[in-house]
């Protein structure tokens, strides 16, 4: 029986809500209908899965496949035909044009504006945006070529908490936030009786940002511990001069108590190091005027998302932890996650039915044609980047010297492998202790194969290099992340013709090359990774 048959690679969006529970087995009690053959089309015709019905659970078909063991696949996304095809209880709704986009200010101030013009001139419409008196609240337009009304959009930015009420009472079809949701925010949607939207295929993630602390381009101070933005925020360090960076007041500036970006800098720098804010820093409503007001004062600091930063000059300063090693604001870094003050921007949807307007602009925002927009956003893109070994500097030495673990014959084994070869801008995260994949990760697997199967890495060996924290014995952590690596091949095989699995090699160095220092979750979280690895066939031992 053939459990995957591809129509098409380039319809992203059915194969990655298909393959995003390839790692979650079906807990549900077995149905009589186990054993009952059925097959799942794609609504796009991109992609056709057939298997043994298990049961139908919560809008989802629970199939066990031959060659990808058990998948969880939303009915939304599929045709059932089969003799014990269910009825699906959700009766079809009659949309109109208007649906909503509420949510995070971050998000919807320039990127969901821009994707929505890019994703107008996908299908042929003409974009127009209209603004109201209230500057959160914006009307956008998206007109067929026959003067038809496409799409009504009620786009409201009023921050990321204002996301889940508005799923949860129906006003918005798409809710945009500039950080995962929170406990809360599941408490806000279940009395909706919407579920966890965490780690299912109701969340998207649009594309990566960072906070950054920005200071004027003339100081020369070029990075700070946490502990030392933690005593500035408290008022403990007044003067750059205690910093090397001339004899000048600090101004702090922050924004408001009820602002994303400000829970962000605080629970990650400040709060940590068992201090808070004190109250005579300036506050700001806008990102604009905090960036106006750090380059005009030669002692100001302040702290922005890397959207805007990058759009000024002024001087990013990098994070160096505790243990030394140092996390640059750069866009290599953000991608990987592995910066400091990195962040997802994240766009939730209703379990169920879907605006199908709305469901295709989601769709769409995975494509490689929407990259150019959130590049232009000045937000992190999904293209992929890549960086050598060599480039890796104190990464490298502080491996070698600080690691309290250290095996010399691993990290030798490491350089001889990976010298020459090109590390790509993605990576696949894990659970403490598990070889289960987060349902980003499994988007990037997903769009890797994509790539490989297109002939972009033709005549490269792919090397899935598996890291872990430093979190109990060096061996078992070790083979840890080889499991890890396997479990991403395993996975990323499913989608690659014979030829280009053969060109997948899993290989583990355990607590090597950590991103973070590991005395936090945080950090440890980090460093529990597969990265990708592009090298000539034989070329580990020789240095190009």
Known sequence: MSAL????RKKLPFVLSAVASLLVLATGPLSAQQ??????????GSMSISGQLLSYEDGMYIVETEELGTLRIQAKSVTCTGLVCPEVAEAAQDFGPNFGIYGSRTVGTTLIPNLLRGYAASVGATYELETTAEAAERIIRLTNADG???????????????????IADGSAA???????MKDSDVEKISAAGIPDLRDTADETVLGVDGIVMIAHPDNPVRNLTSEEIAKIWSGEITNWLELGGGDHPITVNSFSESSGDRAVMMDALVRPNNRDEKEDVIRWSAYQDMVDAVMADRGGIGFVGRWLARTNDVNLLSIREECGLLSPPTDFRMKIEGYALSRRLYAYTKPGQIHPEAQAFLDWTLTSEAQAYIKESHFIDRELERMRLEDMGMMLVHTAAVEPDFDGAQYSDMMQQLRGADRLSTSFRFSSASSILDVESVRNVEELAEKMENGEFAG??????????????RVQNTALAQNRAEAV???LAGSLSAENAALVKPISYGELLPLSCNDGE???ERNRRVEVWLRLPNSRNTLR
């Not at 054993?35 to 796009?44: T, V």
């Not at 009304?149 to 009420?165: T, V, Y």
């Not at 798409?174 to 995962?180: K, L, T």
């Not at 490269?460 to 014995?473: H, P, Y």
């Open 5 to 8: 048959t591809p129509k098409s």
């Open 35 to 44: 054993n009952a053959p059925i097959q799942l089309e794609a609504n796009d």
């Open 148 to 166: 038809t009304l496409r799409a009504e959009i009620d786009l409201q930015s009023r921050g990321s908490g204002s996301a889940f009420p508005a």
């Open 174 to 180: 798409i809710g945009v936030a500039d950080r995962r």
């Open 460 to 473: 490269l060996e792919v090397l899935l290099v598996g890291f872990a924290d430093s979190v109990g014995n």
């Open 489 to 491: 091949r395993d996975v």
């Open 522 to 524: 945080v950090g440890r």
